[in-house]
Each structure stands twice: as structure tokens, then as C-alpha cells.
């Protein structure tokens, strides 16, 4: 009974555990429960604490970039301002300068008329016939006045270069400020837009790489003077473009006053130049009464001689014809007695008196053929005198009264 119990049970002791191993293995059933219980308590302390800890720090950290954010703001208003004032500034000078410019255009262009003013009484004056066309004074105050003309229209001209390049300058300037503006304007509604996100925004999301430095990227002293720079470029035109415009006033007003100056000298050689005229057609006309009256004198002379000569012709046919008649007496009788002498001293004496008076005849009709051109000369000096003066007068100084005013000449 014994052996078949023992041989039913044999296979069947090696796969139990003992009552000690039982309780051991209880044991350290509970024991790991009690550790995992444990540590699973510390973890969550541990988890609460850190999530505590990690929620501030995120909160903290979070705050001190929106507080960044904010600071940045301020510094891209700040210098979005300086760069909108500036931009105002240059745009501002430029218009003024647009407004120089125009002036300097409409100053060139005034100066033509006294150019045309100028030309037009030198080819009047080239019509002056004999020796009435002389250089005189003012020949060589309206060559003056061209050559003043010219220089002034050379000055204006390179003053108006200047100008178109200051702005041309001004808007490049202004433009580089216009970018950078926009480039401020872009970034702050950026930042604004990144400041105003908050943990319960709908619109945000993961960005992976985002955390990642970018190329080309500047850095706050670079960026600040950056723009410092551009600002400072700008300064630099509008003072510029200032003192031009302090230059172009300077030279319209100098070369204004300048033709007006030149152009009174013109008329002062003119209205001195048409006096001396008048006058001597006034001295020619009296020597030309003279020459007329000596005219009419000189030819109730001539014939006067002429008659006296005439009168000449019988006293001398009487002296010859008694000295013919007394040939004839008779002998002794033809006696060279006081009445032949007297007789031959008569005939003598009305010779040398006809030829005397003939002699003053010639000189007389000399006379009268001399004076007759001096008249003629007289007159064509006379009529070469109002000639000039129309010329001077009517033509030229008529014309002079176009000439601009100051207010046209100085670009108004």
C-alpha cells in the first residue's frame, strides 16, 4: 500500500514551493507593491512640483518675451518715427527745391528776351549809314549786356545742373528711407502681431525648425545703426540741398540786379547818345540856315558882279573909242597931251576892275559851288542824324521797354 502511494505521487514534489518559499514570495510581492507605490507617490510629488515649477518658468519665460516683444515694438517706433519725420523733412526740402528749380527754368528763359532785346538793337544800329555808324558808347554797352547775358545764362544753367542732381540725390535718399520704413512698418506689425499671441490663440501652431538661427541676420548695433546711417545720409542731402538753395536765391537775385543794372547802363548810353545826336542835327540845321541865307547872299552876288562887269562895257567902249578917235588927229596934233595919259590910264583902269571883278566873280560862283555841296553834305548829315535817332529812338529804345522786369527775371 505504502509502495504503490509513494510511486502514484512521485512526479509531483519537484514543482512545489515551500511553505517558506510561499511566504517569502508574498513578501516580496508586497514589499515591490509597497515600492512601486511609493515611488509612483514620489513621481507624482515629483511631476506636480516639476509641472508647478515648469508652468512658472513657461509663464516667466513667456512674459519676458512678450515683455521683449513689447521693447522692441518701442524700438521700431522710435526709429519708424525718426525715419517718417525725416522722410516728411526730405520731401518737404525737395518740394522747396523743385520750387528753386522751376525758378532757375523760368529766370534762363527771361534771359532770352534781353538777348533778342540786345541783338535786335545791334542789327538796327548796323543801319546807320556814314559817320553816324561809329562804335560808340553804346555799341560797347550792348555788347557788354551780351556778353553779360551769356555768362549769366552759362552760370544758370550749371546752377541748374546742381539743382537736378541734389534731387535726384534727395530722392534716392529718400527712397533708401522709404524702404527701411517699410521694411520697420512690416517688422512691427510682425511683432505687434507675435505680442499680441497668447496661449488661448486659435491660430497657433508647431513650427519645427522655427527655434533655428537664420542666415543674413543682423544683430541690434548693426540694425540700430543701420538706420542711424540712412538717417544721417538723408541729413546730409536736406543740409545740402539747403545751402543750394541759399545759392540759387543768391545767384537769380545777383544776376537779376546784374542785367538790370547793365540794362540801365544801355539806356543811359542811349538816352546820352540820342542828346549828342540831337544836337548835332540841331547845330547842323543852324549851320544849314546859315549856308542858306550865305547861298541867296552869294548869288544876289554873283549877279551884282556880273552886272558890274557888265556896267564895265560901256565906259570902256567910250575910253577906247576916244582913244580910237584921237589916232586921227594930224600931224603935231597927235599929241601924247594929259587926255591921251588919262585916257590910257582910263582904259587901264576899267581893265584892271573888270578883271578884278571877274576874278571875285569866279570866287564867288567858288563860293556859291562850295557852299551848294556843304548844304548837300549838311543835309545828308541832317537826314544820317534822323536816321540814328529813329533808329536809337524809335527802334531801339522802344524796344528796350520789353526788357523784364526784376520779378520775371528772378523766376516769378
Sequence with gaps: MFSSSGVATAGYRTAKYTTEEWFQNNQSKYF???ADRDNAENIRHQSKKMSSETEATTMRTQSDSTKKLGERLQDIFFWKSELQREIEDLTSETDLLLGQKTRLEKALDATEIPQAIATDNLQCRERRVGSDLVKDSVEVELLNELDLIQSIQ???KRTLDQAINQIRSNREAKQTLELDWSDKYEAYNIDDKCGRYSNQSTDIQYHMNSAKFQDHISHPESWTEFTR????NAVREQLTSIDLRGLIDKVIQDTA???????????????????EMNTAKVKMEQHLDSILNQIGAQEKNIVALHQAIRDKEAPMKVAQTRLYDRSFRPNMELCRDHVQ???VN??????ESIESLQRKYEEAKQSL???ED???MLEKEISNKLHSLFIDREKCMTHRTRYPTVIRLTGY
Design 229 to 232: 546711417q540712412n538717417i544721417s
Design 32 to 34: 515591490q507593491a509597497f
Design 341 to 343: 595919259l588919262r585916257l
Design 154 to 156: 552759362e552760370l544758370l
Design 346 to 351: 582910263e582904259v587901264g583902269e576899267i581893265t
Design 374 to 376: 556843304t548844304r548837300m
Design 369 to 371: 559851288s562850295n557852299m
Design 257 to 275: 540786379d546784374d542785367l538790370r543794372d547793365q540794362c540801365a547802363a544801355v539806356d543811359r548810353a542811349l538816352a546820352k547818345r540820342c542828346e
